[in-house]
């Protein structure tokens, strides 16, 4: 048993010595690592005087070390021999406390910078109406508008310094230039300490300027002057001062003084505070005719205020009203000028309406019965569009003779030159499977022999179109074995009615002048488009013209 026992105690401690060995080569890795780590954060600083190959790393701070002067900065082989009688101090350390110093001071200043951004936008009217009181009343107190302005003028300076000077210094670790600035930083630090009350709210802060003269702040004269919450500002002073004075009567101990009204400024409603005091007021019992005179003092006081508070309603109300009047009229003059737009609109489009009318009467009475017996042209609008083809083509007087119908008179080729050969000028219209109408005008005669035969009076129209195309220099082709062809146009095979081996080819425009009436005002590109269809209904007639 006590073999067993000396045998584990001798096993522990030889466990022992390889822990600590096993403790101290890491202790002197992790020492190693550190080393490397701030060489490497410390890239820009110089090399050790001692030792030209090492980034310094340490810095002396002892003046009393014999080695202050002549290695004030020196690496971590320095450190490792004597030349220095004290704990070292790392740079990085001292660079980095450095730089949350100045961090420190630009952030707390930045955070009261918008809290006096916000008490200016907001309180300004009011600042301004209380410190000129302040000057009326010849009272040596600071004016808050002078202090804002002070602070604003140290939050300018930090900044500026700290990037002209200070952030150059930190980038490159220069700690010897940073420390010869600890005193300018020590300096805005001990400033700007008599500036960190203006990190309270606005209340408070009017409090700590303006309690002395609020009781002699008169609200009706500055009922149209100031805003709205700046009023109500006003009224938070003066029933705090109260609160404070009804202690005072009752000796309710001060000590540290309470501004419950103002710490509670998020939740103040006039009308019930004021209600609340003069509660106080009206439950205090007393004898003393000085204190007496006091309540009745403080009892009118709260009896203002609240004529007061029904006046500010009232101007807030009026207010509101105001903005919301002009809100309407706005809206009803916008609404106006819509309803005068659409007048005009409605106008245009009514004369542009009428004057289509008007056009296509003067082409209903030009084209009326032209094509009485068609079974293509079937109502008063395609009567229309054909007399405006013709007028597009110089042809405003004509006269139509039906000579060939495919419904009547058959489909075949034969049957077309039967009837229209050497007949004259003619017209032919045709209607598709599809529901499309077209056709073509010729001044030349049909005949069955095969000829290509010029025309530049020709023209060609699609009723999808409203404007025809004229075929200049082009023909139409003759033959036994078609119907009617023009080139380029469209053709008309052999029995058309039983077969789509007919086709077309018409160009698309979208835009027709009838003696300078525009019926469609939107101009569009040509296209060219081909199709094949087979013949639903075929008229062929023989044109006068007058």
Known sequence: MRQDMRY?????????????????????????????????????????????????????????????????????????????????????????????????????????KGNTDSIIDQFNDVITVLDQILTNAAISLPKLANE????????????????????QYIIVSNIIKLNEYNGQLSEFEQTFQSFEYLKQSAPLIMWRYYSEIIDDVQIFNILDVLSEHSLI?????????????????????????????????????????TSKLLAQVNATKCVDVEILSKIDKIRSQLDTLGVTTTLISQKTYNQSLSAIIGQHLIEFKTMKAQIEEMKKDITKQQKTQEFQEVSLTRLDKKTAYKFQNSKIIKNQFQNSMMGAYFTQAGIPEFETFLLYQGSRDGFGAKDFHKNCDNKGFTITIVETDQGEVLGGFTVQLWESESNFKHDDRLWVFNMNNPKIERRRGHSIHTRGDIGPYFLGAFEIKDKSNTHNNSYYEIKDSKVVEIKQIFILQQKVEQTSETKSFKVKEIEVYRVAIN
Request: hydrophobic share 35%.
């Open 8 to 112: 584990s105690n001798t096993q522990a401690k030889h466990f022992a010595k390889i822990t600590i060995k096993q403790n101290f080569k890491y202790l002197q890795m992790v020492e190693k690592t550190v080393h490397e780590q701030h060489v490497s954060q410390m890239q820009n600083l110089p090399f050790c005087t001692e030792h030209p190959t090492e980034k310094v790393v340490y810095q002396c701070i002892k003046e009393s070390c014999p080695n202050f002067t002549k290695l004030k900065l020196y690496c971590f082989k320095c450190n490792e021999g004597d030349s220095h009688d004290h704990k070292s101090t790392l740079i990085v350390f001292q660079v980095s406390s450095s730089e949350e110093r100045w961090k420190d001071i630009r952030q707390r200043l930045s955070q009261i």
């Open 148 to 167: 804002i302005k002070s602070f604003v003028t140290l939050h300018g300076d930090v900044n500026k310094f700290y990037e002209d000077y200070i952030n």
């Open 233 to 273: 500002l006003i009224l938070m002073l003066k029933l705090q001062k109260i609160e404070l004075s009804i202690k005072v009567v009752n000796h309710v101990q001060q000590i540290p003084l309470n501004l419950r009204i103002l710490e509670e400024a998020e939740n103040f409603n006039p009308k019930n505070e």
